[in-house]
């Protein structure tokens, strides 16, 4: 590439971006990310990593900058973001952008969050800054390439760009601080998939680190602390260093014409994105109808190679390993009808329906639909009855998509069923109420009280 460096070419555009360049839809947007992304972080407070990590936060101490959302504790930014970057990821219901295979929120709105109640910054300077922090992480997540996905999980590598990106909006940095910031973000990105294989509890620690670490970057670039600017594009830089199919004008194609977040999609079910069209097509299939296993001969799903080679070996073990194991997603469809999080349990785990009908599923990647992948994420499936009846169904845009959205009412409902039992129904309320008239708010310290 000839011209500017990436970073930047990043920092020129994204420095000089006001709320006013901001169409209405693409506010309405970020407004809608960022309440779905508050939903995922009260759900997941309580549960046992979250709490291990809530308990190390309160041994540090610090200035109380920003809200721990899990517990309403006031702590440092850094801290913050990191707690509530574990937290809105571990019930896998935050969002996804698929072309990217990012999920953006759970390491990005952490920092902007933080940042945003430590500056005091206005609901307005937020949406901006979430806009922001979005953009950056998807272009470098879209840059990096699939074939990153194989080891590295983008959410914790690319999500520190984003973070930081978002960070220094907030904070009003120049073009060479916001490069330093994206220089510092990237020499600490990591967050490695063998986590998966143990059922280890890092994938927590993925987001809340990026979320740490790039807001961190940030606070350090005000400070002059310099980064290194070809940390993207270098020879010994993050592209090179993780992937085998870097495509680095991704970074920068557009500037200013394409908002690649806006094609970003809200997780419908309670599982690894990459079951979603599996389960959207049984549910196509059977009309939701539900079944048992006597009446199911077998259950064929075809799907792309990269959602086999993320879950193929992923075996049921704990609850949260079950959302990653494709046969048990299907079965739960055909026997519930849905697959939300109260099917993910222990007892779910023993269910002798569920393992029966496990047993009848069988999947393999197809070249087709592994082709269209990441555009799409698609499916098919050919369940076959014990009756003599065959049922077929294919998806490439499951629900919550942005071809297949979620209503607004939907989107609220999403947000009351996370939050049932953590905040009373009129708090849930109002926090929907002022997150949808965000950009009216003076002082975003005042959002959570």
Request: aromatic share 8%; charged share 20%.
């Amino acid at each position: 590439m000839s011209g500017k460096i990436l970073s930047e070419r990043l920092a020129g555009y994204f420095c000089g971006v006001t709320f006013d360049d901001l169409s209405a839809d693409h506010v309405g947007k970020m407004k809608v990310f960022f309440l779905d992304w508050l939903g995922s972080a009260y759900a997941g407070g309580d549960l046992p990593p979250i709490r291990m990590m809530r308990k190390v936060v309160m041994g540090q101490g610090g200035t109380p900058e920003a809200t721990s959302i899990p517990d309403g504790v006031k702590t440092s930014c850094l801290m913050a973001a990191l707690v509530n970057g574990a937290s809105s990821h571990i019930v896998e219901m935050d969002d996804l952008h698929r072309e990217s295979i990012l999920h953006p929120a759970c390491a990005i709105l952490p920092a902007v969050l933080a940042a945003g109640e430590r500056e005091r910054i206005s609901g307005k300077d937020l949406i901006v800054a979430i806009s922001v922090g979005y953009e950056v992480g998807i272009r470098v997540a879209l840059a990096v390439g699939p074939s990153h996905y194989r080891y590295w999980h983008t959410t914790a590598t690319c999500g520190t760009f984003g973070a930081a990106a978002g960070a220094a909006k907030v904070m009003h940095l120049g073009e060479e601080q916001f490069a330093w910031a994206i220089g510092s973000a990237g020499t600490q990105a990591g967050g490695l998939w063998e986590f998966l294989v143990e059922s280890a509890m890092s994938k927590q620690l993925h987001p809340g680190k990026a979320s740490m670490n790039g807001l961190l970057a940030a606070l350090l670039a005000r400070e002059g602390f310099t980064g290194a600017k070809r940390i993207l594009e270098g020879e010994k830089g993050f592209f090179r260093a993780t992937s085998q199919d870097f495509d680095e004008n991704k970074c920068v194609a557009d500037l200013g014409r394409v908002f690649h977040s806006e094609r970003n999609s809200i997780k419908y079910h309670a599982s690894c994105g990459h079951t979603h069209s599996a389960i959207d097509a049984v549910l196509l299939a059977t009309g939701g109808k539900t079944f048992n296993p006597s009446e199911i001969e077998t259950v064929d799903l075809r799907i792309y190679q990269g959602a086999i080679d993320l879950l193929g070996n992923v075996e049921p073990k704990t609850p949260y390993l079950a959302k990653f194991n494709l046969p048990f997603c299907v079965a739960t469809a055909l026997r519930h009808g849905h697959v939300q999080a109260g099917d993910f349990t222990p007892a779910s785990l023993e269910s002798e329906e569920l393992k029966a009908l496990m047993k009848k599923v069988t999947f393999a990647a197809d070249p087709d639909l592994t082709a269209a992948y990441p555009r799409k994420w698609p499916a098919r499936v050919t369940i076959r009855l014990k009756d003599g009846r065959t049922l077929e169904g294919a998806n490439a845009y499951p629900k919550g998509d942005p071809e297949n959205p979620l209503s607004e009412q939907e989107l609220f409902a999403k947000f009351k069923g996370l939050t049932e039992g953590i905040l009373p129904s009129p708090r849930a309320d109002a926090i929907i109420d002022r997150v949808m008239g965000l950009e009216r708010m003076g002082d975003v310290s005042e959002l959570l009280k």
